[in-house]
């Protein structure tokens, strides 16, 4: 497999300005096709992204993490990329762990690679690691296998299995929408470990309103 021609990034970003740049260019030397959606933004982030040499697609608002993702596979679809690899645009994922992906999908033949932070969680703030290791149970359950880290946002997802699903989700619910679509389709899923990166800066996470998304997802598709 010839990575650098066959797989883009995807990186989803709102106000990620003071981290977007370092992480294009960190990610440009394993993947040098790199998509930058911002999700309607309020700082440079747009700019900042291109000058750093990402394409960029622009929502004018704020639409959400499924729908900025969604946006970013679509336009890699069109550009002839078979694969993409997404990031968080807030530095929490080491591009340095890219490597991982790719080797993974090549042994395996695995249409979709999540990282795994669950292996080693130090450093993940306790309520999150409570919440992600509920949620992966009741996902596990569902999908009938162990399901490590579903709400992982590094990902490694092949584009042809992807455009099979259903529409996605619009919000956070992505991950866990996309995992259990892959799962249910019979496509082959498999977990890397990854590095564990918290910063200082706040989550985009709402705690009750995307919890309550996560709900309405779970009572809807999800089961």
Partial sequence: MKWAE?????IPCYNEAPTVAA???????????VIVVDDGS?????????????????HPQNRGKGAALTSGWRRARERGFGWTLCLDGDGQHAPADVPRFLQCAADTGAALVVGDRMTKPTGMP??????????????????????????????????????????????FEIESDVLLGFVATGQRVEFVPIQVIYKARA?????????????????GRGR
């Fill in 6 to 10: 066959q797989c883009a990034v995807v």
């Fill in 126 to 171: 306790w309520l999150r690691r409570i919440v992600n290791r509920w949620m992966s149970r009741q996902l596990s359950r569902r999908a009938g296998r162990i399901l490590p880290d579903t709400q992982c946002g590094f990902r490694l997802m092949q584009l042809a299995a992807w455009a099979r699903l259903p529409s996605q989700a619009a919000h």
């Fill in 203 to 219: 989550s985009k996470i709402h705690p009750l309103v995307d919890t309550v998304r996560w709900f309405r997802w779970w009572w």
């Fill in 23 to 33: 992480l294009v260019q960190a990610v440009r030397q394993y993947l040098p096709a």
């Fill in 42 to 58: 309020r700082d440079a982030t747009a700019e900042v992204a291109a000058q750093a040499g990402a394409e960029v697609i622009s």
